[in-house]
């Protein structure tokens, strides 16, 4: 079986990949979101020509070696383009073998718990508060992310005490028994870092995401050798493994969060949730949109004998993921359901494909 065609269904922030082999197998993948387009030009200029032609059922190593291929173009592009391809082999997989990807890795598809997280910087804390205090009655979140600082902020708040404000308002709207999460995204230098944890860990705050440029790996690790009652997670941005070792090795980060569209795939993800345990340490994947990113991350949870307690959920109303697959996730009781179907578990809209820019790479 060699893999035959790779197709690209490009949409706004989206791009879909469709691989099918010389005997009609096909998978469904998905490039990490935002710039989609571009991941798609990589995909087929950069990444397609290695792939077709190529035995499909050698995962654990195959995404190395399409980077290796092109290691004067490293990292983020040529590995979100990797992941798209990457991805959908991991459905044909399944759907060869009738099993869910989350059982080809050595789990079982349940109920996994997800955290609500929020993506807004705008939003005041009075009214954060109550939204957060709304979806956990409604939907029975027992964990919640919150956005504070600044992006790159360069110790800057998105407005002067906002963070001092939101922490507080949302500790006391949400209760005691609520688990408390924030992202900072790479926004504060290691004193600055350290000073607000204080005041997280004041107010019961478990999570401490990317305080520092997330570049900044020294910084990052005075600040989760500092805060003695708060875990300092990150990783989200980063795609080389020897990097993700090196960021392990130095304790940079007490829980590790791979981005399965970011870092090259599956495969790759796992390793880094393997130098995680290997070190103690927890894995969340980063999964900030209803894509199928969130899809992979459930997967991988499901797998993974180091998985932090929740899955990351997003809660934004984000139209670009409306009606992109079925069946629809969905938060009952705090849970999210890990697919069982074979591959993913989801199929794609019809219509969507169809209403996205298609192009197509094949043998021949």
């Not at 087929?44 to 190593?61: C, K, R, W």
């Not at 849970?335 to 969507?352: A, H, Q, R, S, Y």
Request: aromatic share 8%; hydrophobic share 40%; with cysteine.
């Amino acid at each position: 079986m060699k893999i035959k065609s790779i197709e690209t269904f490009n949409k706004g922030c989206l791009c879909m990949v469709r691989v099918r082999t010389d005997d009609g197998a096909e998978g469904i993948g998905q490039t990490a979101p935002f710039n989609a387009n571009i991941s798609a030009i990589v995909l087929h200029q950069q990444i397609a020509h290695h792939a077709l032609g190529a035995d499909p059922s050698d995962l654990d190593t195959i995404a190395d070696r399409w980077i290796e291929a092109e290691y004067k173009f490293p990292w983020s592009y040529v590995c979100r383009a990797v992941g798209g391809v990457e991805t959908a082999l991991w459905d044909l997989k399944g759907k060869l073998e009738g099993k869910s990807v989350c059982e080809m890795l050595g789990g079982k598809p349940r109920p996994f718990p997800a955290y609500g997280s929020s993506m807004s910087r705008q939003i005041k804390p009075e009214d954060e508060a109550e939204r957060l205090a709304r979806l956990r009655d409604s939907h029975g979140y027992t964990a919640f992310k919150i956005r504070i600082g600044k992006v790159c902020g360069h110790d800057e708040d998105q407005w002067p005490g906002r963070t001092e404000a939101i922490v507080p308002a949302v500790r006391k709207a949400i209760g005691d028994d609520v688990r408390l999460l924030v992202d900072a995204n790479s926004c504060y230098t290691a004193p600055r870092a350290i000073e607000v944890g204080k005041m997280l860990e004041d107010n019961g705050v478990c999570h401490f995401e990317e305080p520092c440029p997330y570049w900044e790996l020294e910084w990052t690790a005075q600040v989760a050798e500092a805060l003695e009652q708060l875990d300092v997670a990150g990783g989200e941005q980063d795609v080389d493994l020897a990097q993700w070792q090196r960021m392990v090795n130095m304790n940079a980060v007490d829980i590790v969060q791979p981005d399965v569209c970011y870092v090259g795939g599956m495969a790759r993800s796992m390793r880094v949730a393997a130098m995680a345990a290997e070190a103690g340490k927890q894995c969340v994947p980063h999964s900030s949109n209803l894509s199928l990113v969130t899809v992979f991350s459930l997967h991988l949870l499901g797998a993974i004998p180091n998985a932090a307690p929740h899955l990351e959920y997003g809660i934004e109303d984000v139209p670009w993921t409306d009606n992109l697959f079925t069946p629809a996730l969905d938060v009952h009781d705090g849970k999210v359901m890990i697919p069982d179907g074979p591959g993913w578990g989801v199929t794609m809209n019809p219509e969507w494909l169809e209403s996205a820019e298609h192009k197509i790479s094949e043998v021949g």
